[in-house]
């Protein structure tokens, strides 16, 4: 198999990634174990939520209190800023238009009625709470509770009300999860049969909060629909996997990926690499009785950190780097991998691997490894993408530096 | 305990096999690959006696779209299978209607003489209800038309033209032997104009419907025979090409997955397996392949059956076909078209497959296409049944292009 | 202040012992309350492996006590079925074991009446598939598991139907005494946040490992020595029954499975306080490496989750045991924090205080081990009837528990369940099929913390350490308006759980770990600190001791 760049991983970084790679004219292959933080998400795009545990009111003139091996760092306020305006564009001409400025945060309803930091939000999640606020759960669905987010809400300061909404008898009464319910909203007929008892639910309010499960399929067109159908603005509230507005934005890459005529190998994880000398030259990934190997140009990997199985955290406390054994910090000990309250942080969230301001992976010496290997997204050392709140903005900045380096250079006209 | 079922230790519960998998989309009868596989394992774990617990695992179609999408390495779809397995023995084996369906050859060779008139029942209605009522299979479900004349027959009276200057061992499975000889001389043809010896060893079925309907003994012994009889081909030429996805899936890993067969006979042949369209891109990527095909303005939509996603190769299709030129591919969207092997001929199961593979019909329809493109037998028969289009093996567009 | 209760025995401790003793009572038709500090199983009984004894473990060294194991596994098969998994066990010899002590193994077996067959290599690999290659053969023995929630549950049970009262969350915190008797003991209610008195006529001290503390308070010396021993619980089951070396007991010699997991033991260290079960990375990977040695694939498995109980073991003042009742124990071995307490013996002993020190009605009982707790009852019993005039004989081995016509419980039972009812859609904890109606009946039966719906119905038990059921949950106690802020519950559930976990988290823990994370501090924006936390202003403790669990 030969590819000109391959990129391992399909989360938000490994996606984006080889959207823009592509878009710039290289010829991509995605290979990667399986899905990620696509799925595991708020569904929002983070860029800075938090820093020193501090809510943080306008990420991009943060930036430059970051520290200077923090990824935004390295790729450049430009690169950030040029992603998140690309990925806006992008989601828009897929169906997903997203609302939100970089400049500063806004808040996003979650299942627990806790208000997010976050910094793009897609349209059925942005609509701003204020005065009187229903939160209506689909009777039976599993994964929101009313009650549980009103308090959380009503600690917030907002007005906000339980109720539930009863399902149209349908075929998935027995069982069903955010998936199947997501699915059966897609439905229009489905949609008009469910818009009065979600009226009734909401009687009165000026909002009302849902979880989200508007639909999974026809982008936003569901959620606008559906709240068309009601007649009062409705808002989706983040819940735990699997991430409908995720499983949206996966679909959209994945079409892309195909207009794009981006290979994709999914479900095998890369297991190591070919070098010749500083180089890389190629990949080698499981296949069903073979290893195999893919020969590229450039590899980009994207694999996400210990959370994405990018890093193996080891019983003795030494880290490694699953693809091309890059270097990476470990601990004295494995009791130094997470901190001692859950809720606090955990050293293990932060460790990655160390690059160059090229995102290349560099030794102790602070020389880069190979001179065709990139690093993207959570796989990246000097940040906590779960604590300060920053995991699609660091994908999108990095994304765009890769391709903003690994872009081919422009031929002479002949 | 086998490795496979080892492998639900690594469930991190995120549900991301659950947003895949195709039956639990459109029926509640099937509770999703995480209650099934992992989940459902750390209570099964091999040891009550007794009668096994699931009825819900029945609903599985083994098409491995969850192995594919965890991100953490369980093999839910092959959990189940170990799981199922259990299940039919713990019921007293396979019924009639699963012992019949999982031995094509068997169904190949005993209609073969009669095959014009078994072909003319076989679709006549009347006939179709009546063996519905009798054992099982549904009246709609699509059916492969018997071949009066096998394969090899047609292989015996081969002779190669030109020169070669590789040899391969081709594995065709019954499907190619026993309903569509005309797809195996297809393989030869290509494989031959790009001056590859094509050899014909002594095989027999791969054993797959046996083990995807929990037959583990009776799979076992056919894995058994056939590895027997394709291990002198693994060494010289050390290249077997299967031209059907699943087949080619099963003596790739499945053997030793399901049926822990670990011996060194097993593991080479496992080893010199490739699916026919993944070999072709190979000779490509080597600058061997003839690419003098001629153009066919035509329209197709490409299916990758989930069997093939299962090899980890990608879609060599695809990229084979891109170099057809005036050949214009839109490729399915779909995970899997519903039929799973067997699964979608059963009475109780054929409205779930043609559910699931609902979405792959739709896309058809917009599309229209001239055909459809699809490197898995029983996928080919049920698509076209559903869509009425013509369903080729990628391997037939591309002898099409180099015959004209 | 509530007015005083009144009663004939107070019994503290909420262990298998109290709780036993409170049964044997109540079928003798005495009127008795328990009191315990925390809930139900909250001290040893709740930090052990789970072994159902077929005495085999001391058939060579203590014949009493194998003895004693074998009469009560059969009883205790027989009263409650429903807690016992009948999964058998091996005793597996490995190249390098002393072959000698294989002999005396047997030997000591049938002297104890414990039943025995040799198995070779092959038929012990057909019986347990993951066994070492290495096995040379296998002794099997009528080990079982036991749940010791699910006996607690039924044994308590079965006391407050004939008229008990069990008072959980009340520590006791004093005795009023009147010359050598004491009137009264003293109890704070945890939740309602005040003292109580219980004037009783006797006290049995039932506190296991801090039966010291309530002599103590009584004014009696009473010399425990807390014998820690850890326990690493594996995600999934890995064996059918238990595996057992057959050598001289040792660090990492035994594997229980239990429901969906596999718990690997123990370590004997003296520690100075029966509150110390923190839990060292060392002693994890000690008992994986030992107990790989019999199941290899151990050492590449997922660990759930590693905990500490102290084995409640008794140091006589004299050479004669100081009391009537029991067995003599062997001789003490204090050998200060860090000794290995395995020399000290297994079996109880009942202390009457009367003769011992003075203190006319207060008995304790001290030492033993969970599958005798029904025969440990019965002596002490019997010696208070004596006392009492009470001359009801004990029925508790004849009389079968709550929830024994269920029949020994199935590994697959709660997925037939599942199964049977189609309920599929009604599953809140995934990993351990709790169903929306279980917890829905386990709140209207009183249960208010997430902690109590992980002991009762086991939520939050499984590998996915309550990444989903937790705020679900949570949810549900919010429905049912439960009092209290369901947030700062939930994050005090999930910081519970944490405790102890850092031992033993590494490759897919880590990952569950971090993915957890993601959920609940990335996008439920949760962290834990600053919430008003009513349960705390209440006063409500922690429900269990730190550490671990």
């Known amino acids: ?414 | 305990m086998l490795h496979v079922e080892q492998t639900a230790d690594r469930c991190i519960k995120c549900n991301v096999c659950n947003t895949v998998c195709p039956v639990s989309a459109v029926t509640d009868l099937f509770p999703g690959p995480k209650y099934e596989g992992p989940q459902g394992q750390r209570f099964r774990a091999g040891i009550d006696t007794g009668d096994s617990p699931d009825h819900s695992l029945d609903y599985c179609s083994g098409c491995g779209l969850c192995t594919q999408a965890c991100p953490e390495g369980v093999m839910v779809a092959e959990i189940n299978q170990v799981a199922r397995e259990r299940l039919v023995t713990a019921r007293g084996g396979l019924g009639l209607r699963d012992k019949l369906i999982s031995r094509p050859s068997l169904m190949g060779r005993l209609a073969r003489p009669v095959a014009p008139l078994a072909n003319l029942m076989m679709a006549a209605r009347p006939v179709r209800v009546a063996v519905e009522k009798a054992i099982g299979v549904h009246r709609a479900a699509a059916m492969p038309r018997f071949s009066g004349t096998t394969f090899r027959s047609w292989a015996r009276r081969h002779r190669q033209r030109g020169d070669a200057t590789r040899t391969v061992a081709y594995f065709h499975g019954c499907a190619v032997q026993e309903f569509e000889p005309e797809m195996g001389a297809a393989v030869v043809r290509v494989l031959e104009r790009n001056r590859v010896r094509v050899t014909f060893p002594r095989q027999a079925c791969c054993g797959l419907p046996l083990v995807s309907n929990g037959d583990f003994e009776a799979g076992r012994a056919a894995a058994v025979r056939l590895v027997g009889r394709l291990r002198a081909a693994a060494d010289d030429p050390g290249v077997i090409v299967a031209n059907s996805t699943s087949c080619g899936m099963t003596l790739k890993a499945k053997y030793r997955e399901l049926l822990g067969m670990d011996d060194a006979a097993t593991q080479a042949v496992s080893k010199a397996v490739y699916d026919i369209c993944e070999y072709l891109l190979e000779l490509a990527d080597e600058d061997a392949l003839d690419r003098s095909f001629a153009p066919l303005r035509a329209k197709a939509v490409y299916h990758p059956p989930c069997q093939l996603m299962a090899h980890g190769v990608g879609t060599p299709a695809l990229d084979l076909l891109a170099m057809v030129p005036g050949l214009e591919v839109e490729r399915s969207r779909a995970g899997c078209c519903g039929t799973a092997g067997t699964y979608g001929t059963k009475v109780e199961k054929y409205q779930i497959a043609m559910d699931v593979g609902a979405g792959l019909f739709e896309q058809v329809t917009e599309a229209r296409p001239d055909f459809v493109v699809c490197d898995s037998e029983t996928c080919r028969w049920h698509i076209a049944k559903a869509t009425g289009l013509p369903v080729y093996h990628p391997v037939q567009v591309l002898d099409r292009a180099y015959q004209v | 202040m509530t007015p005083p209760l009144e009663t004939d025995v107070v019994v503290a401790g909420g262990g298998a012992t109290g709780v036993a003793v409170l049964r044997d009572l109540a079928l003798r038709g005495v009127n008795a309350v328990l009191v315990e500090r925390f809930d139900l199983g909250t001290g040893t009984s709740g930090r052990w492996h789970g072994l159902l004894h077929s005495g085999a473990r001391y058939a060579v060294r203590d014949q009493e006590s194998a003895r004693e194991c074998i009469e009560e596994n059969t009883v205790l098969r027989r009263i409650a079925p429903h807690t016992v998994e009948d999964i058998g066990g091996l005793f597996v010899l490995l190249p390098g074991d002393d072959e000698a002590y294989a002999g005396k193994f047997v030997e000591g077996c049938q002297a104890s009446g414990i039943p025995t067959e040799e198995l070779s290599a092959a038929e012990a690999r057909r019986r347990e598939p993951l066994l070492a290659p290495a096995v040379k053969l296998a002794f099997a023995v009528p080990d079982g598991g036991i749940d010791s929630w699910a006996l607690l549950r039924s044994m308590a049970a079965d006391a407050e139907a004939r008229g008990s009262r069990v008072l959980v969350r009340h520590p006791v915190v004093g005795v009023e005494r009147a010359g050598d008797r004491i009137t009264a003991v003293r109890v704070h209610d945890q939740v309602a946040g005040e003292d109580r008195l219980i004037g009783c006529q006797w006290v049995v001290n039932a506190a296991g490992a801090w039966a010291g503390e309530i002599g103590r308070m009584a004014g009696v010396p009473i010399r425990m020595i807390a014998g820690k021993g850890v326990m690493v619980v594996m995600a999934s089951r890995y064996v059918r029954g238990v595996v057992n070396a057959c050598r001289k007991p040792a660090d990492g010699d035994i594997i229980v499975p239990q429901h969906e997991v596999a718990i690997l033991g123990t370590t004997s260290v003296q520690v100075d306080s029966p509150d110390d079960i923190a839990v060292a990375p060392a002693d994890v990977d000690r008992m994986i490496d030992m107990c790989a040695q019999m199941v290899p694939s151990l050492a590449s498995g997922r660990v759930l989750r590693a905990f500490a109980g102290s084995r409640p073991l008794y140091q006589p003042e004299s050479e004669d045991g100081g009391g009537s009742g029991g067995l003599k124990p062997s001789p003490p071995v204090d050998q200060g924090s860090g000794g290995d307490t395995r020399e000290v013996s297994r079996t109880f002993t009942v202390l009457d205080h009367a003769s011992r020190d003075g203190l006319g009605n207060m008995l304790s009982i001290v030492g033993g081990k969970l599958t005798t707790c029904r025969q440990m009852a019965e002596a002490l019993v019997d010696r208070l009837a004596e006392r009492m005039g009470v001359t009801e004989p004990c029925r508790t081995a004849t009389e079968v528990l709550p929830g024994a016509d269920h029949g020994p419980h199935r590994l697959a039972a709660p997925l037939a369940g599942v199964e049977r009812d189609g309920a599929y859609g009604e599953l809140i904890c995934e990993c351990e099929l709790v169903t929306r109606g279980q917890v829905r009946a386990a709140i209207a039966d009183g249960l208010t913390e997430l902690e109590d719906l992980r002991r009762k119905l086991r939520l939050g038990y499984g590998p996915c350490q309550a990444a989903f059921c937790a705020w679900r949950a949570a949810g549900m106690l919010a429905e049912e308006g439960s009092g209290g802020d369901p947030l700062a519950g939930l994050e005090r559930f999930l910081e519970e759980r944490w405790r102890g976990q850092r031992a033993t988290i590494w490759g897919d823990q880590a990952r569950q770990a971090l993915l957890n994370h993601a959920i609940y501090r990335g996008i439920f924006d949760l962290h834990g600190a600053g919430r008003p936390d009513e349960a705390a202003a209440a006063g409500l403790p922690r429900t269990e001791p730190v550490g671990g669990g």
């Open chain 1, 1 to 414: 198999m030969r590819a000109d760049v391959v990129v391992v991983g399909a989360g938000p970084a490994g996606l984006a990634t080889a959207v823009r790679l592509a878009e710039a004219g290289r010829q991509v292959r995605v290979i990667a174990r399986g899905n990620g933080f696509t799925h595991w998400g708020a569904g929002a795009v983070d860029a800075l939520g938090r820093l020193g545990g501090e809510r943080v009111e306008r990420p991009l003139e943060a930036v430059g209190r970051l520290a200077e091996d923090h990824p935004y760092r390295l790729a450049g306020e430009a690169a950030l800023r040029d992603g998140l305006d690309w990925f806006a564009r992008f989601a828009a001409t897929a169906g997903l238009a997203h609302a939100g400025d970089p400049e500063r945060n806004r808040d996003q309803v979650t299942a627990l009625g806790v208000l997010r930091p976050t910094c793009l939000l897609p349209e059925p999640a942005a609509q701003v709470l204020g005065g009187r606020v229903a939160v209506v759960n689909f009777e039976g669905f599993r994964d929101f509770s009313p009650a549980l987010c009103a308090v959380g809400l009503r600690g917030a300061g907002v007005d906000a009300v339980p109720a539930s909404a009863p399902l149209p008898p349908w075929d998935h009464a027995r069982y069903f999860s955010a998936v199947e319910l997501a699915r059966a909203i897609d439905d229009d007929d489905f949609r008009r049969r469910l818009a009065p008892g979600l009226a009734r639910a909401a009687a009165g309010a000026d909002v009302v909060v849902v979880p989200a499960v508007l639909g999974v399929r026809g982008g936003h067109e569901p959620w606008a629909d559906l709240q068309r159908l009601v007649g009062t603005p409705l808002v989706e509230a983040a819940t735990a996997p699997p991430s409908i507005p995720g499983l949206r934005l996966f679909a959209a890459y994945r079409r892309r990926l195909d207009a794009l005529g981006v290979g994709w190998q999914f479900g095998f994880p890369a297991l190591g690499v070919e070098r010749d000398g500083d180089r890389v030259t190629a990949v080698r990934s499981e296949g069903a009785s073979r290893v195999v190997v893919t020969h590229c140009q450039e590899l980009v990997l994207a694999t996400g950190g210990v959370a994405g199985h990018g890093i193996e955290a080891n019983r003795d406390g030494t880290l490694t780097e699953v693809v091309a054994g890059l270097p990476v910090e470990g601990f004295p000990d494995r009791t130094a991998f997470l901190g001692d309250r859950f809720l606090g942080e955990h050293p293990l969230g932060a460790a990655g691997v160390r690059v160059d301001a090229e995102l290349r992976p560099v030794a102790a010496s602070g020389d880069p490894v190979h001179a065709n290997v990139r690093c993207v997204g959570g796989l990246l050392a000097g940040h906590d993408p779960t604590v300060e709140g920053s995991r699609e903005g660091v994908a999108l900045a990095t994304a765009t530096r890769t391709a903003e380096l690994l872009a081919p250079t422009p031929t002479p006209a002949t």
